[in-house]
T-cell receptor, first 108, second 116 residues
Framework: EDKVVQSPLSLVVHEGDTVTLNCSYEVTNFRSLLWYKQEKKAPTFLFMLTSSGIEKKSGRLSSILDKKELFSILNITATQTGDSAVYLCAVDPNDMRFGAGTRLTVKP | DVKVTQSSRYLVKRTGEKVFLECVQDMDHENMFWYRQDPGLGLRLIYFSYDVKMKEKGDIPEGYSVSREKKERFSLILESASTNQTSMYLC???????????????FGNGTRLTVT
């Protein structure tokens, strides 16, 4: 059975800290892995990863995929209170499989 | 464990057909959502509902309608399907609370709709 597991489920840090969010998966016919940031009504797309070892970067956020070990990490450096959100990992093996999400809280 | 079930994984319909996408959740969630996902655009909200018979337009409601006659079921209707509605459709639900809260969404597995 296809599954996507995110860890930790929740995380509380202080501004300026660096965090690493994890996503492991077991799916057949893997096509891509996506990261979303969910703050309000619609998750915001962050990254789509299809190839191993190529880091995607956007400002303080970066992500990388390991297709051999079947996981991805999302790094956030110098965290800010605006980074507080639920971060969703999704894997697309013909349909969307979402992890449960990691709730990140950044305290001032 | 919350389960959100979408009735079809794949659908192929012709232009002009009326299309029903069904979604059922088993956790008594009050909030339910329909999104579509397109490459490079992420998830976009079509409609959501916070109670039986209640509905609110999302960001892209044109060409769609919804029905929430029972708490566990939220249906998305394409009155007259068009090729630009070819997409992946995702249903989600969330626990009671403010509709814009940070409660995680529980998603279904999606329906890939192709309109030819």
């Amino acid at each position: 059975e296809d599954k996507v597991v995110q860890s930790p489920l929740s995380l509380v840090v202080h501004e300026g800290d660096t965090v690493t969010l994890n996503c492991s998966y077991e799916v057949t016919n893997f096509r891509s892995l996506l990261w979303y940031k969910q703050e309000k009504k619609a998750p915001t797309f962050l990254f789509m990863l299809t190839s191993s070892g190529i880091e995607k970067k956007s400002g303080r956020l970066s992500s990388i995929l390991d297709k051999k070990e079947l996981f991805s990490i999302l790094n956030i450096t110098a965290t800010q209170t605006g980074d507080s959100a639920v971060y969703l990992c999704a894997v697309d093996p013909n349909d969307m499989r979402f992890g449960a999400g990691t709730r990140l809280t950044v305290k001032p | 464990d919350v389960k959100v079930t979408q009735s079809s994984r794949y659908l192929v319909k012709r232009t002009g057909e009326k299309v029903f996408l069904e979604c059922v959740q088993d956790m008594d969630h009050e909030n339910m959502f329909w999104y579509r996902q397109d490459p490079g655009l992420g998830l976009r909200l079509i409609y959501f509902s916070y109670d039986v018979k209640m509905k609110e337009k999302g960001d892209i409601p044109e060409g769609y309608s919804v029905s929430r006659e029972k708490k566990e079921r939220f249906s998305l209707i394409l009155e007259s399907a068009s090729t630009n509605q070819t997409s992946m459709y995702l249903c989600a639900s969330s626990p009671p609370g403010r509709i814009l809260s940070n409660s995680p969404l529980h998603f279904g597995n999606g329906t890939r709709l192709t309109v030819t």
